[in-house]
């Protein structure tokens, strides 16, 4: 049986459930809980991390109400463990199946499964597909702004991690982009036996951290970090706010930031931001640029939308900022449809932090994968393939000699024209009428009245011309 099928029987379990209301969110959270105990045991790791008669096979022989009584004794035990890691995964955690028969049956129908062929394909992989699947339930709203596994593993390969560089996601999520990473460099090494044993100990230990605000998110960051042997700084809270202040002098970020402000709108708590605003993309933006070493190597890949290229003001700001301190010198434009939330439109922005804080960005190439693509969603999925002329492009060692209309490039004088926005590189489309594809958008106020005006004495004319029929058809009758 292979880790889909698996996937697939253990998400088939969540209707034993409805009866008892649960959410998909809470069922995946439930099944961490329990197959951080099976997985403990079929890694013969229960003696190093579970306190005795709390085990697997202790589950195993309970049923009914005791089952249950049990269950609820060992979360309580497991969040205030002395082991750290178990502590945190089982902080707060509570229960919330409310008949024991349907408990006794999740459990028994996990016992049940394939774990030996689990193994070898790899149990950290086993739970990243619970995890996609999650997401691509549009009911459980753990999916609305899922960034698909294609899209991270372009990112990490164009970012191109070596070993012994400190990488960081600020928005961690599920911890994909930081796992990704650290998969991308075990390939490279022979899952590390390339190195030596101080170098791969930071690997596992220190090379790949992360914040994450959502506490449930935490804990399944936590379990699939745990699950792919890597024990790296998890913290769950605020990147935005003084509790983030110790995540600096990175390597290599990779992240896609929440969309949206900030809840009543308030300002971020961080002292060391220097635009204050309440859009949470620009202060992730912020954060993540002035999160890099000052050395010329130092990168980042962050997914934003679009507003992040065209918001004024502060906005504005932030971009000529972005492009002071570091070279801003791809832009990918993605296609809609990619991430469950409907509509949203979103970028790649790739840059280099420079070592002066002036005049970094002289050129940025853009990259238009959303102009006469396909529409994507469930049904029809993105795929390395849709990215091949793109990673093509981007790893040319002569850009300008690339042939390709979805690749321009855009001074920093003519991005300066254009007031620093970034909302650049778009291609005709070819749904679109000649009118709909004029290439620049109104720019200012001036021109705004301008064509307005020559609307309305369009629309005087057209007025006057009925008036002169309607008058003919009276003096006729």
Same mark, same amino acid.
């Not at 149990?123 to 996609?132: A, P, V």
């Not at 912020?286 to 003001?313: C, T």
């Not at 396909?374 to 990215?387: C, D, I, P, V």
């Not at 060692?397 to 979805?406: A, H, I, L, T």
């Given at each position: 049986?292979?880790?889909?099928?698996?996937?697939?029987?253990?998400?088939?379990?969540?209707?034993?459930?409805?009866?008892?209301?649960?959410?998909?969110?809470?069922?995946?959270?439930?099944?961490?809980?329990?197959?951080?105990?099976?997985?403990?045991?079929?890694?013969?790791?229960?003696?190093?991390?579970?306190?005795?008669?709390?085990?697997?096979?202790?589950?195993?022989?309970?049923?009914?109400?005791?089952?249950?009584?049990?269950?609820?004794?060992?979360?309580?035990?497991?969040?205030?463990?002395?082991?750290?890691?178990?502590?945190?995964?089982?902080?707060?955690?509570?229960?919330?199946?409310?008949?024991?028969?349907?408990?006794?049956?999740?459990?028994?129908?996990?016992?049940?499964?394939?774990?030996?062929?689990?193994?070898?394909?790899?149990?950290?992989?086993?739970?990243?597909?619970?995890?996609?699947?999650?997401?691509?339930?549009?009911?459980?709203?753990?999916?609305?702004?899922?960034?698909?596994?294609?899209?991270?593993?372009?990112?990490?390969?164009?970012?191109?991690?070596?070993?012994?560089?400190?990488?960081?996601?600020?928005?961690?999520?599920?911890?994909?982009?930081?796992?990704?990473?650290?998969?991308?460099?075990?390939?490279?090494?022979?899952?590390?036996?390339?190195?030596?044993p101080k170098d791969a100990e930071f690997q596992k230990r220190e090379a790949?951290?992360?914040?994450?605000?959502?506490?449930?998110?935490?804990?399944?960051?936590?379990?699939?970090?745990?699950?792919?042997?890597?024990?790296?700084?998890?913290?769950?809270?605020?990147?935005?706010?003084?509790?983030?202040?110790?995540?600096?002098?990175?390597?290599?970020?990779?992240?896609?930031?929440p969309f949206g402000t900030k809840k009543g709108g308030e300002r971020v708590?961080?002292?060391?931001?220097?635009?204050?605003?309440?859009?949470?993309? *620009?202060?992730?933006?912020?954060?993540?640029?002035?999160? *890099?070493?000052?050395?010329?190597?130092?990168?980042?890949?962050?997914?934003?939308?679009?507003?992040? *290229?065209?918001?004024?003001?502060?906005?504005?700001?932030?971009?000529?900022?972005?492009?002071?301190?570091?070279?801003?010198?791809?832009?990918?434009?993605?296609?809609?449809?990619?991430?469950?939330?409907?509509?949203?439109?979103?970028?790649? *922005?790739f840059f280099t932090r420079e070592k002066t804080d002036k005049n970094s960005?002289?050129?940025?190439?853009?990259?238009?994968?959303?102009?006469?693509?396909?529409?994507?969603?469930?049904?029809?999925?993105?795929?390395?393939?849709?990215?091949?002329?793109?990673?093509?492009?981007?790893?040319?060692?002569?850009?300008?000699?690339?042939?390709?209309?979805?690749?321009?490039?855009?001074?920093?004088?003519?991005?300066?024209?254009?007031?620093?926005?970034?909302?650049?590189?778009?291609?005709?489309?070819?749904?679109?009428?000649?009118?709909?594809?004029?290439?620049?958008?109104?720019?200012?106020?001036?021109?705004?009245?301008?064509?307005?005006?020559?609307?309305?004495?369009?629309?005087?004319?057209?007025?006057?011309?009925?008036?002169?029929?309607?008058?003919?058809?009276?003096?006729?009758?």
């Amino acid at each position: 049986m292979s880790n889909q099928e698996i996937v697939q029987k253990l998400w088939n379990l969540c209707n034993v459930l409805r009866d008892d209301g649960i959410t998909y969110q809470e069922y995946v959270t439930e099944l961490t809980y329990l197959l951080f105990l099976k997985m403990m045991k079929e890694q013969d790791a229960e003696a190093e991390v579970i306190p005795e008669g709390y085990r697997w096979d202790n589950l195993l022989e309970k049923e009914g109400l005791d089952l249950k009584a049990f269950y609820q004794r060992m979360l309580l035990e497991f969040g205030s463990s002395d082991n750290e890691r178990l502590r945190q995964i089982y902080t707060d955690a509570s229960t919330s199946i409310a008949e024991p028969k349907n408990l006794e049956k999740i459990i028994k129908s996990i016992d049940a499964l394939d774990w030996y062929n689990a193994k070898e394909e790899g149990l950290g992989n086993l739970y990243e597909g619970l995890l996609e699947k999650n997401a691509s339930e549009t009911k459980s709203g753990a999916g609305q702004y899922f960034t698909p596994r294609v899209l991270i593993d372009v990112m990490v390969e164009l970012m191109d991690p070596k070993p012994g560089e400190r990488c960081n996601d600020p928005a961690a999520g599920t911890f994909g982009f930081m796992i990704a990473a650290d998969q991308y460099l075990k390939n490279k090494t022979d899952n590390y036996f390339e190195l030596n044993p101080k170098d791969a100990e930071f690997q596992k230990r220190e090379a790949f951290t992360g914040m994450e605000l959502v506490k449930g998110t935490h804990r399944l960051a936590l379990m699939n970090a745990l699950l792919h042997d890597m024990e790296g700084r998890i913290d769950q809270g605020d990147s935005l706010s003084s509790n983030g202040k110790w995540m600096k002098d990175f390597d290599v970020i990779l992240t896609n930031p929440p969309f949206g402000t900030k809840k009543g709108g308030e300002r971020v708590t961080r002292d060391d931001l220097t635009f204050e605003t309440s859009n949470k993309q *620009l202060n992730f933006l912020q954060l993540i640029y002035n999160a *890099l070493k000052e050395d010329g190597n130092a990168r980042a890949a962050v997914v934003l939308p679009d507003n992040v *290229l065209f918001e004024s003001g502060i906005g504005a700001q932030i971009r000529r900022d972005l492009m002071d301190k570091c070279n801003l010198h791809t832009i990918l434009r993605l296609p809609t449809g990619i991430f469950y939330a409907q509509g949203v439109k979103t970028n790649v *922005l790739f840059f280099t932090r420079e070592k002066t804080d002036k005049n970094s960005t002289n050129e940025t190439w853009v990259y238009d994968l959303r102009t006469n693509m396909s529409t994507f969603g469930k049904r029809n999925t993105l795929t390395k393939a849709h990215f091949k002329n793109f990673i093509a492009a981007y790893q040319s060692e002569e850009r300008s000699k690339v042939e390709d209309e979805r690749w321009n490039k855009f001074t920093r004088e003519e991005i300066l024209k254009k007031g620093d926005s970034l909302d650049i590189g778009l291609i005709a489309d070819e749904s679109l009428s000649a009118y709909e594809n004029l290439p620049d958008p109104i720019n200012s106020a001036e021109e705004a009245i301008a064509k307005l005006q020559q609307a309305m004495d369009l629309l005087n004319e057209v007025v006057e011309e009925i008036k002169a029929v309607e008058n003919e058809e009276l003096v006729k009758k």
